[in-house]
């Protein structure tokens, strides 16, 4: 069964949006190698930037001079690893620290708009899993497939306490889910890009889901759209351009 797009529509996206730890970034990656798409982490970009205002001593709320920042950066994803001026930062920016930066310089809507042509930029072939806040409702409005993954506050503070016990990181639980809440509030009430399903996202909560079980579920839902292209291709996983 072929698919109903027309020929020259373009490569295509999926786009996997929700709040902080709710295992997104996870997701995408595994669908991404299991389908050979390409990947892009959107998240990433955003605290490349937030770690690079940390550096250079710009304000959270100088929007010029943190459009200014963003216009300079040379960034690049490779091999799994993210660089900023040609150094590998993949640990620096999980930092709780610059996350809540991010958080902070993305509410300002010149700051968002400065990365959204990066953000383009990795739609190449054979197709893109895109995650991120607003995959599905600015950047790829045309994805093929829109998923918004969800989970309890409570879920999600737990895994993001274990990410960081894992990585060497001190963690406090009640801190956690505290900064969980206040950042699920600010991106959701903030007046660019409020963080929210797209009107025709499906929704899929992974509070009792394994990370293999959500997996699964989106690449389904990908191959009941795309049957043609949507073959299992695992192994195949593919790196995003420079940007």
Known sequence: MKSNRPFHEPVPVIAIDGPTASGKGTVAQLVAAHLGFHLLDSGALYRLAALA???????????????ALIDDLHITFREGCAQLDGV?????IRHEAVGKLAS???????????????QRA?????????DGRD????IFTDAVLKVFLTA??????QRRYKQLIQKGFPANIDDLLRDLRERDARDANRASAPLKPAG???LLDTSTLSIGEAVDRVVAWYQQIEPATGATKAGHGRQGPQV
């Open 104 to 118: 902070a310089i993305a509410v300002h809507a010149p700051v968002r708009g400065a990365l959204v042509a990066r």
């Open 122 to 130: 990795f739609r190449k072939p054979p197709g893109l899993v895109a």
């Open 152 to 157: 309890s506050a409570e879920a999600r503070a």
């Open 200 to 202: 025709d996202a499906r």
């Open 135 to 138: 995959m599905g409702t600015v």
């Open 53 to 67: 205002a940390q550096r250079y001593g710009v304000d959270k709320d100088d929007v010029a001079a943190l459009v």
């Open 88 to 92: 590998d930062v993949s640990t620096e």
